[in-house]
C-alpha cells in the first residue's frame, strides 16, 4: 500500500489539491461541495475521519468515499496517507532532501542524472499549463494602467528580481517590493483595484506571503502566483496560478522551470507591447550610454 501511495505520489501534479481542481467540473454537486471544503482549509480539512469530514461538508460518508476512488484512491486510509506524505514533502528542509536523494543515487553522473531531472520536471510542468491561464496572466501583466507588484521569499526573492529587471524594461508603474516583511504594508496601502501582485513562493512556503496575498487581495489586486507542484497557501487568493515541478537530486529545489516559464511570459509580454517597450529600451539605452556603464569597442 505505501509503495503504490509513494507512485502516486511520484505523478505529474499528484497534490490531492490538483487532482481536485482537474477534476472539480466533472463532480456531482455534492462531490463539488466537498471538494471546495478539501480545499478551502487544505490539507488540514481530510485529516481528520471520514465521518467528520462527511459532517463538516454537509454530504454522506458514501459521497466521500466516491470522490476519494474517483481521485484515484483505494479508499479513505490510502486517500489520508497520499496527503500526510504530501505535508511531509512540503516541509522537507534541505538536509533531508539531500539525504532522500543520496538513499536512491545511481551510478550515473551527477551531470547525467541533475539534467535528466531538470527535464522530467519541465515536461511534467509545461504539459499541464492551460494556454488560457497563460494568456489571461499576459493580459493582466501588459496592462500598465494598473500597477504592478513583485515579491518573492527568502530563496525565491532572486527570482522576483529577475521578473522585475525585465518587466520595469517593458512597462511602466512596476514595483519591486523588499523582502523586509514589515515593510509589506506600506505598499499594500497604495493597492487599488485592478492591481497585480506577482508572487513566487516554493515549499517550506512563508507565512508572510500568505498574510500579503490575503491584504491584496482585500484591496481588490489581482494575484498571480509562482509556486510548486504541491501549491503553496497563497494558491487560495490566487487569480492566475503555475504549479511548477522543482526537485532535483540536490539538497534544494530547482529554479529552472519557474524561470523559464517566466522567461516566455516576458516574452509575450514584450511581443504584446513592442511599440511602448521598444521605446522604453531605446530611452534605456541612451541613460546606459550617459552613464558609460556597459563598454562599447567602437
Known sequence: MAEKTEA?????FSSVRSQLQKRLDDLTRAEKQLAHILMEN???????????????S?????TVARLVQKLGFEGFAQFQQALRAEVSATLSSPINKHENWAQNTPGTHIINR???????????????IDSDKFDGTCDLLVDSKCSLHIVG???????????????????????????????????????????VLVIFDVRR????????????????????????QWGSPVS???????NCHIEVPSAWDSSVVIMLLIESIIAEVQNRNWDETKERIRTLEELFDRTRLFRKFT
Not at 42 to 56: E, F, M, Q, V
Not at 114 to 128: D, G, I, Y
Open 8 to 12: 502516486k505520489l511520484s505523478d505529474s
Open 42 to 56: 487544505y490539507p488540514a480539512s481530510a485529516l481528520g475521519s471520514i465521518t467528520d469530514l462527511a459532517k463538516r
Open 58 to 62: 454537509a454530504v454522506s460518508t458514501p
Open 114 to 128: 541533475f539534467a535528466e531531472a531538470v527535464s522530467q520536471n519541465m515536461r511534467q510542468t509545461f504539459s499541464s
Open 153 to 195: 521569499g527568502r530563496i525565491s526573492r532572486s527570482l522576483a528580481d529577475y521578473m522585475f529587471t525585465h518587466m520595469q524594461v517593458v512597462r511602466p508603474n512596476v514595483t519591486h517590493m523588499t523582502s523586509n516583511s514589515n515593510a509589506w504594508p506600506h505598499y499594500v496601502l497604495d493597492m487599488k483595484e485592478g492591481d
Open 205 to 228: 512556503y512563508e507565512n508572510d506571503l500568505r498574510r500579503l496575498a490575503e491584504m491584496a487581495k482585500g484591496r481588490g489586486a489581482k494575484i498571480i502566483l509562482f509556486t510548486d
Open 236 to 242: 487560495k487568493f490566487a487569480t492566475y496560478k503555475f
